[in-house]
């Protein structure tokens, strides 16, 4: 009767002896690189441990939450605590704040991110090169907090060095401090510094990546060096570009709150252009004391960066197969 069953379904058995098989691959893929998955496996624990366990904490947002009552305990609220942001008068522009100034930091970034490592992989000096690749992600390893100081050394309304040096011009200071429209392109100026010398490295790599005959073979053709960076160097950068973006654009909806909030601090007449959800959500925090506000919002915003993943990953899908993550 078995032999019956099992050879009346063919499709079966060959998914069966698929799924064997794939397990099989999997067992020896571990034991033939198991030096390789016992380095990886720190990494996979602390994403386990810090990214994925916490998850379960998502239905605070749908709660009442109290800490003496816990999570079991708590009275479960559905969608209320959705609407504290929305009914704010302000969310439109909150909003706004966050997705404009993202976008140029994920645009101006990875322009600069680009520039810098086609210069430094143009530079030919061993030593020189070493130490300019140091120099340009040192930034990266400074806390916001350190460059909040400096940066108030620069913009104070008296005695801040750019003033100092307006004066000595002639010319009247600038109120940067009280003034909101100076800081978008102040914000993405000290983003770029801070971090693009270090998203460079990805580009470095691969550039070094790229087979150096295309560049013999360019330049017995007559190709100046713009040329082959045109058009060798740029278009092999762009699978890289496009996959990077598409990473960028799952944290569109989270503002920096390390840079603004660090910088910005809670400084009202600086909120028309610098406000943004992280900070918007963290001042409603202090004052109300309610986390789960504070959750529900944090859950729209992952939501809506995994559905924006989502999105340009079909559409790079759709234009540039390779570029796309699945």
Known sequence: MRDTVIGSSPYANKAVK???????????????????????????????????????????????????KGITGSEFVGLKNFQFFFKSSDWIKIVFNTVYLNVLFITFGTLASIAIAIMVTELTGKWFKKITQSIMIFPHFLSWTVVAMFITAFVATEGGFINQFLAGLGWEPITFLSSP????????????WHGAGFGAIVYMATIAGINPEVYESASMDGASRWQKIRFITLPLLKPTVILLTILAVGGIFNGDFGLIYAIIGRNPALYPTTDVIDTYVFRSLLDLGDI???????????????????????????????????
């Open 18 to 68: 698929k799924q064997r098989g794939a397990f099989g691959s999997f067992i020896h893929e571990l034991l033939r690189n198991k030096f390789l998955y016992a380095l990886a496996l720190p990494g996979v624990l602390w994403f386990f441990v810090f990214a994925y366990l916490p998850m379960g904490g998502i239905v605070i947002a749908f709660q009442d939450f109290k800490a003496m």
């Open 181 to 192: 429209e100076y800081w978008p392109t102040i914000l993405v100026l000290l983003k770029i």
């Open 292 to 326: 789960s506000m504070s959750a529900a919002i944090g859950f729209l915003q992952s939501l809506v960066g995994f559905l924006l993943v989502l999105t340009v990953n079909y559409i790079a899908r759709k234009t540039a197969p390779d570029s796309a993550i699945f």
